[in-house]
C-alpha cells in the first residue's frame, strides 16, 4: 500500500513537471508563419511567374522592368522569403547593430487586430519574439544600400518571420540591411502613419520598442 502510494505521488510529480514544461516551451511541431501569413501567397505566386517569365527565351525583360541580372536577384529574393515562411514560427525580429536608434515598425500578435506602430530600438539592442517587428522606417535623408528613396521617407517592410539585421556601412554610412526587403512603402503606399523625422531626429528619440 506504501510502495503503490509512493509510485502515485512519483508519477504525479513527473505529470506535473511535464505539464509544465510543456506550456513553456515551443512545441516542436508549432506551425510556420506560411500557415497564417497572407504574404505567402502573393510571394508564391510572384515567383512562379517570375521563374516563367526568365526560362522564356522571347521574353522582353526590359518590357516587364527587368534587366536579366535585376531579374535573377528578385527569384532569388522570393526563394528566400518563401523558405522563411516556411520554416519561420516567429512573426518577425529586428536586431540594430548601428550605433544610433532605429526606428521600426511592430505590434503585438496577442492583441486582436493590432496595427504596426512605429516604435524605437535602441543600439545594440533586438526586438523580444513576442512583438512582431515588420519593417523599419526609412528617414528621408537615410542612404539605404541597393535603395532609392528619391528623397522621401518610407518603409521597409519585411516578410513575416524574418530576422533582419539593421548595420551600417562603415565606409560609406549606408543602412544595410541582411535580408531582402518585401516591400517599400512611401507615404502614397499606405496607410501607416510616416513621422516627419531626420536621421538625427530618430536617433535622439528614448528607445521603447519591446527588447529581449
Do not use: H
Request: proline share 5%; aromatic share 6%.
Amino acid at each position: 500500500m506504501l510502495r503503490t502510494l509512493k509510485n502515485a505521488l512519483s508519477f504525479l510529480l513527473f505529470a506535473g513537471v511535464l505539464l509544465v514544461l510543456v506550456g513553456v516551451a515551443r512545441p516542436a511541431n508549432a506551425d510556420p508563419i506560411a500557415e497564417k501569413s497572407p504574404q505567402y501567397a502573393e510571394i508564391t505566386q510572384s515567383l512562379g511567374e517570375l521563374t516563367q517569365l526568365q526560362a522564356d527565351p522571347n521574353a522582353d525583360l526590359e518590357a516587364a522592368g527587368y534587366s536579366a541580372a535585376s531579374l535573377a536577384q528578385k527569384i532569388s529574393d522570393l526563394r528566400f522569403q518563401k523558405y522563411i515562411q516556411e520554416t519561420s514560427e516567429d512573426y518577425g525580429i529586428c536586431s540594430n547593430t548601428t550605433a544610433a536608434t532605429v526606428g521600426v515598425y511592430g505590434y503585438d500578435p496577442d492583441r486582436k487586430n493590432a496595427t504596426p506602430e512605429i516604435a524605437y530600438l535602441g543600439a545594440g539592442q533586438t526586438t523580444d519574439d513576442d512583438w512582431a517587428c515588420t519593417g523599419v522606417f526609412l528617414p528621408a535623408d537615410a542612404t539605404v544600400a541597393g535603395l532609392d528613396l528619391g528623397g522621401e521617407g518610407a518603409i521597409a517592410s519585411l516578410v513575416d518571420g524574418t530576422r533582419l539585421t539593421i548595420s551600417e556601412n562603415s565606409t560609406t554610412g549606408a543602412i544595410e540591411f541582411d535580408a531582402p526587403i518585401y516591400k517599400v512603402l512611401k507615404a502614397a503606399d499606405t496607410t501607416t502613419p510616416l513621422p516627419q523625422l531626420s536621421l538625427g531626429d530618430v536617433a535622439a528619440q528614448v528607445a521603447n520598442a519591446p527588447v529581449d
